[in-house]
């Protein structure tokens, strides 16, 4: 992938006003994000889909929304 996927907010105090902190990039950690709020420093890195999301043989458990 060579675009950069954004935040929408900060995972730390949930405000918008984010932009690409440029600096100690370490090669496939994913990139960092400066808040401009809270003053942290963060990544987000997508790590892969769970099997169990697409059925299957799931021994009888099915994901649900926490509401069950």
């Known amino acids: 992938m060579s675009e950069r996927a954004a935040p929408h907010y900060c995972p730390y105090c949930g405000d918008e006003d984010l932009m690409p902190h440029e600096g100690d990039g370490e090669s496939g950690s994913g990139y960092a994000w ?11 890195k997508f790590i892969g889909l769970r099997s169990a999301a697409f059925g299957g043989s799931d021994g009888g458990r099915r994901p649900t929304d926490g509401n069950a």
Do not use: N, Q
């Open 34 to 44: 400066a808040c401009l709020s809270c003053a942290r420093v963060f990544r987000v």
